[in-house]
Antibody, heavy 117, light 107 residues
Framework: QVQLVQSGAEVKKPGSSVKVSCRASEGTFSSHNFNWVRQAPGQGLEWMGRVIPIVDITKYAQKFQGRITITADKTTATVYMEVKSLRSEDTAIYYC??????????WGQGTLVTVSS | DIQMTQSPSSLSASVGDTVTITCRASQGVRNFLAWFQQKPGKAPKPLIY???SLHSGVPSRFSGSVSGTEFTLTISSLQPEDFATYYC?????????FGGGTKVEIK
């Protein structure tokens, strides 16, 4: 059964960066696309951006433009999201979510990123 | 950006009830509307895509519909495992915004 396996929890200082990974356990990685969605404590879901590995195209929400970078490594079937200039408001669970034949059909388990001095 | 306004923000219901959650888009999203269920400490679970198509394994008591730019998720005969928070999302144009969520609680 295909899974998206994300990297472990992180604790970061304000102003630093974090890079979260999401590995697809199997499947046709390159023909799918991958989104990143975050959820602050007790809050709703927020779409951040996506990558289409087969054409190496990325799209970011305007709110995060310039501060996040989403990349894909086709050789390891892994998607990454780096967030720079972290602030306390970036404390959240970060999820990757795949779109294959159906949109957002498979989600990773989530990665908690805590930003604290 | 397209704003998704979900209502109500919370509701109380009993097992066996029929529940309706509404999501209004600030502009047209064609049929690119999805619904998700989320339980505490878990990742969102996809329920419905393209307004009314059920993801694999989703019980038929879940259904989706649309009237203009108002989308509806209906849960017929609510089951104990359905108590959760539900989100709508448009994926027609970037950014793929979500609604604010509806928490379905036990009465």
């Amino acid at each position: 059964q295909v899974q998206l396996v994300q990297s472990g929890a992180e604790v970061k200082k304000p102003g630093s960066s974090v890079k979260v990974s999401c590995r697809a356990s199997e499947g046709t990685f390159s023909s799918h696309n991958f989104n990143w969605v975050r959820q602050a404590p007790g809050q709703g879901l927020e779409w951040m951006g996506r990558v289409i590995p087969i054409v190496d195209i990325t799209k970011y929400a305007q709110k995060f433009q310039g501060r996040i970078t989403i990349t894909a490594d086709k050789t390891t079937a892994t998607v990454y999201m780096e967030v720079k200039s972290l602030r306390s408001e970036d404390t959240a669970i970060y999820y990757c979510a795949r779109t294959a034949a159906r949109p957002f059909d498979l989600w990773g388990q989530g990665t908690l990123v805590t930003v604290s001095s | 950006d397209i704003q998704m306004t979900q209502s109500p923000s919370s509701l109380s219901a009993s097992v066996g009830d029929t529940v309706t959650i509404t999501c209004r888009a600030s502009q047209g999203v064609r049929n690119f509307l999805a619904w998700f269920q989320q339980k505490p400490g878990k990742a969102p679970k996809p329920l419905i895509y393209a307004v009314s198509s059920l993801h694999s394994g989703v019980p038929s008591r879940f259904s989706g519909s649309v009237s203009g730019t108002e989308f509806t998720l209906t849960i017929s005969s609510l089951q104990p495992e359905d108590f959760a928070t539900y989100y709508c999302q448009q994926y027609d144009s970037y950014p793929f915004n979500f609604g604010g969520g509806t928490k379905v609680e036990i009465k």
